[in-house]
């Protein structure tokens, strides 16, 4: 046995290889690469001079992979950027340009809502600070090996979809696609594609790669589609609303529905919720709900008090039909001992392909969150007896 032989059999023994010893290795397999990537996110963290930068760059992470459509893995996370694959065949070109409008919307929709919250110095912040993002689509051979519990991919494709990231586009928010994905969608597909926006052609230079080409579109359009400052009021799409009055003034109901102890009790089919109790009751806490038969994870993430109501909001993780959700409480004074909620669950989209099965999600959503108020307003008046006994 060589030096070399026993340097891998020692790693192995170690616990960094998982292969055999005498395994060959594993021979290179097509893959979708996609990497979306943060734009501005440099100057936000070294500008912004906000403790919360950090953890809202977490959050727009955790949207970006909450929107995968396309059930591809997640390889590593760099900063401000994700690089996903998936191995096989390419999607279509109409499946990935969804992809892609999937993670800018429920980006930017992210981001607006943490605007719009005027008071806060998050808020100026963001406004102040373009964030948005940039998306690279490349399609060719990797090599997957696994060091310890990691994924490492590797090959010159893995280091051509790095390189694209820096190419010849002018403007921050765009999806880059490169000729070798193209080459595997007709030239109608494509165009078919990109009806909503112009695809131009572009090719970049790279040491040791070459000349690599591309063609690209700038994602600007779809700011159209972006939802409103008033997010979640009436009439908007991709939401469910029920309505039901608490016998207790708003600010006390807004105590309750906030009161993270008191979720399993009104919210159906909780059983449970785990928190940390020093953590409570902020902004940005985070806590698990036990829902059904999984796990759902809540995060608050804006406390408004306007001139006809108060809103609180919560953002929705792990939640496996309905990713990357918002659920807004509207409570607007009806008198010293009664207000109105409004409980609106927003979604970004229902990931079912059926389109049966998506009406039947909705369906259960609006049964599970009718019944909720409903359990939320006898608390609430049980609460109130027992607050004046």
């Known amino acids: 046995m060589g030096l070399l032989d026993e340097l891998q059999t020692a790693r192995k023994v170690a616990g960094q290889r998982h292969a055999q010893a005498d395994a060959p290795e594993a021979a290179a397999q097509p893959a ?10 440099t100057r936000f963290i070294e ?37 996903f694959y998936r191995l096989g065949p390419p999607p279509s ?15 930017q929709n992210y981001l607006r809502l943490i605007e719009r919250d005027t008071d806060s110095q998050l808020a100026a912040v963001v406004r102040e600070h373009a964030l948005t993002l940039k998306m690279i689509v490349h399609y060719g051979p990797v090599h997957v090996a696994r060091i310890r519990e990691h994924t490492k991919l590797m090959g010159r494709d893995v280091i051509i979809v790095h390189r694209l990231l820096k190419n010849k586009v002018v403007g921050d928010e765009y999806v880059l696609l490169s000729q070798q994905y193209l080459a595997t969608q007709s030239v109608a597909a494509v ?29 600007t359009p779809l700011r159209l589609l972006v939802q409103g400052a008033d997010l979640g009021g009436q009439g908007s799409s991709n939401a469910v609303q029920v309505r ?17 102890r008191l979720r399993p009790h009104w919210l159906t089919g ?31 993430v804006q406390h408004f008090v306007g001139v006809e109501r108060l809103e609180y909001v919560e953002k929705i993780a792990h939640f496996r039909m309905f990713p990357n959700s918002l659920l807004f409480f509207f409570l607007e004074e009806i008198s010293d ?9 927003r979604y970004g989209h229902v990931a ?28 609430c008046r049980r609460l109130r007896k027992g607050s004046n006994g």
């Not at 112009?198 to 700038?218: C, E, N, T």
């Not at 039901?244 to 993270?260: E, W």
């Open 32 to 41: 979708l690469l996609f990497i979306p990537d943060i734009s501005g996110f």
């Open 47 to 83: 500008e912004s001079g906000n403790d919360r930068g950090p953890w809202l760059i977490a959050d727009l992470l955790e949207i970006l992979i909450e929107a995968n459509l396309l059930n591809m893995q997640v390889n590593e996370i760099q900063g401000d950027a994700i690089l």
């Open 93 to 107: 070109i109409a499946e990935l340009v969804q992809q892609c409008r999937r993670v800018f919307l429920d980006f």
């Open 191 to 219: 165009r078919a594609a990109f009806t909503w926006t112009r695809l131009l052609a572009g090719v970049s230079s790279y040491a040791y790669l070459g000349d690599i080409p591309y063609r690209y579109a700038h994602l």
């Open 244 to 260: 039901r009055v608490l016998p207790v003034a708003a600010a006390y109901a807004l105590r309750v529905v906030s009161n993270l």
């Open 270 to 300: 909780a059983h449970g919720v785990q928190y940390d109790v020093t953590k409570s009751n902020r902004l940005g806490s985070t806590y698990k709900v036990g829902l059904n038969r999984g796990q759902v994870d809540f995060q608050a």
């Open 337 to 345: 001992h009664a207000c109105l909620l409004t409980l609106e669950f």
């Open 352 to 379: 079912a392909a059926s389109r049966l099965v998506r009406f039947g999600q909705l369906r259960r959503l609006h049964r599970l969150l009718g019944s909720s108020a409903r359990t939320l307003a006898g608390l």
